[in-house]
């Protein structure tokens, strides 16, 4: 019976346990109750969502590689426009079209791959195609 009494006292001194004195009372503990009860749900999806959004970054992954020359140069004006317009411009999609031999697969595979990729930029998905 002595820890049945120290158990009810325990839970009195923590407020988890309280004498019933009227409607208004009830509802102010249920409040504070409530209120404690939400905080920690939130703090908890908060922490569950960031723990999912961690587990759902996927890393790069490229079937068919493009096969760049290894003498890639230049384009920095073309590259820093593509930087430019992917961090600014709200639109999700980019399409490069020009006649073949332009260069509009190297450039946009050295620009994925130097210079956002490897400055460990973060993005949804990137999906990259060309017909080669």
Same mark, same amino acid.
């Given at each position: 019976?002595?820890?049945? *009494? ?5 839970l009195f +001194? ?6 019933? @004195?009227? =409607?208004?009372?009830f /509802?102010?503990?249920?409040? *504070? ?6 905080? +920690?749900?939130?703090?908890?999806n908060?922490? @569950?969502? =960031?723990?999912?959004? /961690? ?19 230049g ?17 999700p999609?980019?399409?490069?079209v020009?006649?073949?031999g332009m260069?509009k697969?190297a450039?946009?595979?050295y ?22």
């Open positions: 019976m002595e820890k049945v *009494i120290e158990f009810r006292d325990r +001194q923590e407020g988890l346990a309280w004498y019933y @004195e009227g =409607a208004e009372k /509802k102010e503990v249920i409040d *504070i109750h409530l209120s404690k009860l939400i905080a +920690q749900w939130s703090k908890k908060e922490k @569950e969502r =960031a723990d999912f959004e /961690k587990r759902t970054v996927f890393k790069p992954y490229f079937a068919q590689p493009y096969p760049i020359q290894e003498n890639f140069v384009r920095r004006k073309e590259r820093s426009l593509l930087s430019e317009w992917l961090e600014n411009d709200p639109t999609m980019l399409s490069l020009s006649v073949g260069g697969s450039l946009s595979w620009w994925l791959n130097e210079d956002l990729l490897k400055k460990d930029k973060k993005f949804d998905g990137v999906i990259w195609w060309s017909f080669y």
